[in-house]
């Protein structure tokens, strides 16, 4: 369900049924720019002066925390008619045709009071009445996608995008080693085979690893911000701990959520109940999925317990350990908890990353 309208049923709502594009010999809305990477789109048209709050919250999109339990609704900007690629990010309103003058108070322009919740020693306590404005709308490509209130969607599948930073780690252990595998053959009087010798290494093991930055847009304060708080709670909460579940696509346990930035805009056009200012999250995250060992007999792959929590095996035990030789194990990963029980605790803590956008599927 979309965002409730806090002017509908009023003079002051706006429905795309008020929309009408202006028309001339030549289009009156400028010229649409685009390029490999952008592009911009304007649209010109005329709406009723009194609809002017309500068809700049039209264009623009607006969002709200609503319902029991509360859920974050939000109703999305218009998309270009003509480019459907485009959303509106911007609006501008420029009023005309004023009401005819009046002889009441020695010939003035009617003039209309001032809108409610404003400060009445601050106010200018009324402005002119103009009938109409031309309304001029721009359209850009996002970054991200636009979608409508529907039970399936997460809020992390809409207003969100990733930027992503692989990177290579170096895993050095001091007093490691590595094993030569070439060179085995008949040995010349010049020469031995290194073939299957130990060599000391303290560089033992190649890591592959991301960076992760989740940005997420246009955020109610009231849905950053725990109830009666100035506290991001439900983001705290997860900070320093791994996914419990695949999250986009990510096995549980390979994201870490290591920061969160918050950037407060205000909301111009809050209205009802809406939060007079809203939040640009940036989530930052890290991803490493380093290669499981196996077990049992005979031994097989461990396909689950991914990610963060585990620690390479070294091979043997006690001073001086060192693979052995064919050890299938050599290198690779395994889980790691305090006191050696699969179920016990681990170094990271685990959370459902749904819960950090406050998906209604996982409050």
């Given at each position: 369900?979309?965002?409730p309208?806090?002017?509908?049923?009023t003079?002051?709502?706006?429905k795309?049924?008020?929309?009408?594009?202006?028309?001339?010999?030549?289009?009156?809305?400028?010229a649409?720019?685009?390029?490999?990477?952008?592009?911009?789109a304007?649209?010109?048209?005329?709406?009723?002066?009194?609809?002017?709050?309500?068809?700049?919250?039209?264009?623009?999109?607006?969002?709200?925390?609503?319902?029991?339990?509360?859920?974050?609704?939000?109703?999305?900007?218009v998309?270009?008619?003509k480019f459907?690629?485009?959303?509106?990010?911007s609006?501008?309103?420029?009023?005309?045709?004023?009401?005819?003058?009046?002889?009441?108070?020695?010939g003035?322009?009617?003039?209309?009071a001032?809108?409610?919740?404003?400060?009445?020693?601050?106010?200018?306590?009324?402005?002119?009445n103009?009938?109409?404005?031309?309304?001029?709308?721009?359209?850009?490509?996002?970054a991200?996608?636009?979608l409508?209130?529907?039970?399936?969607i997460?809020?992390?599948?809409?207003?969100c995008?990733i930027?992503e930073?692989?990177?290579?780690?170096?895993l050095?252990?001091?007093?490691?080693?590595?094993?030569f595998?070439?060179?085995a053959?008949?040995?010349?009087l010049?020469?031995?085979?290194?073939?299957?010798?130990?060599?000391?290494?303290?560089?033992?093991?190649?890591?592959i690893q991301?960076?992760?930055v989740?940005?997420?847009?246009?955020?109610?304060?009231?849905w950053?911000?725990?109830?009666?708080?100035t506290?991001?709670?439900?983001?705290?909460?997860?900070?320093?701990?791994?996914?419990?579940?695949?999250w986009?696509?990510?096995p549980a346990?390979?994201?870490?959520?290591?920061?969160?930035?918050?950037?407060?805009?205000?909301?111009a056009?809050a209205?009802?109940?809406?939060?007079?200012?809203s939040?640009?999250?940036q989530?930052?995250?890290?991803?490493?999925?380093?290669?499981?060992?196996?077990?049992?007999?005979?031994a097989?792959?461990?396909?689950?317990?991914?990610?963060?929590?585990?620690?390479?095996?070294?091979?043997?035990?006690?001073?001086?350990?060192?693979f052995?030789?064919?050890?299938?194990?050599?290198?690779k990963?395994?889980?790691?908890?305090?006191?050696?029980?699969p179920?016990?605790q681990?170094?990271?803590?685990?959370?459902?990353f749904?819960?950090?956008?406050?998906?209604?599927?996982?409050?």
């Amino acid at each position: 369900m979309a965002a409730p309208d806090p002017y509908a049923g009023t003079v002051e709502e706006f429905k795309v049924l008020h929309w009408q594009e202006t028309v001339a010999s030549r289009s009156p809305n400028g010229a649409a720019m685009f390029s490999r990477g952008t592009g911009e789109a304007p649209l010109a048209g005329i709406i009723d002066s009194i609809k002017t709050r309500g068809a700049l919250r039209f264009a623009l999109g607006y969002a709200t925390v609503a319902g029991s339990p509360q859920v974050l609704r939000r109703t999305p900007p218009v998309f270009h008619p003509k480019f459907p690629g485009m959303i509106c990010t911007s609006a501008a309103v420029e009023d005309f045709k004023p009401l005819p003058m009046s002889n009441v108070g020695g010939g003035v322009t009617l003039k209309r009071a001032a809108r409610a919740a404003v400060n009445a020693a601050t106010s200018l306590q009324n402005y002119a009445n103009y009938q109409k404005a031309k309304f001029t709308l721009r359209f850009e490509p996002l970054a991200f996608d636009i979608l409508s209130d529907v039970a399936t969607i997460f809020e992390w599948e809409r207003w969100c995008w990733i930027d992503e930073e692989p990177k290579v780690e170096a895993l050095s252990v001091t007093g490691d080693q590595l094993t030569f595998a070439e060179g085995a053959g008949t040995p010349l009087l010049t020469y031995s085979s290194p073939f299957g010798k130990p060599y000391p290494a303290e560089l033992s093991q190649i890591l592959i690893q991301s960076n992760l930055v989740v940005y997420w847009q246009d955020v109610p304060e009231n849905w950053i911000m725990t109830i009666g708080t100035t506290s991001p709670g439900r983001l705290i909460a997860g900070m320093g701990r791994v996914n419990s579940l695949t999250w986009r696509g990510r096995p549980a346990g390979t994201l870490r959520l290591d920061g969160v930035k918050l950037q407060r805009k205000p909301w111009a056009l809050a209205a009802g109940t809406e939060a007079r200012w809203s939040y640009d999250v940036q989530l930052l995250m890290s991803w490493f999925d380093p290669p499981k060992g196996r077990t049992g007999t005979p031994a097989m792959p461990i396909t689950d317990n991914k990610g963060w929590n585990n620690g390479p095996w070294r091979g043997r035990t006690g001073p001086g350990a060192i693979f052995t030789i064919g050890d299938l194990n050599a290198g690779k990963w395994f889980l790691m908890t305090y006191d050696g029980s699969p179920t016990g605790q681990r170094l990271y803590g685990e959370t459902n990353f749904d819960r950090l956008f406050g998906c209604p599927q996982n409050p």
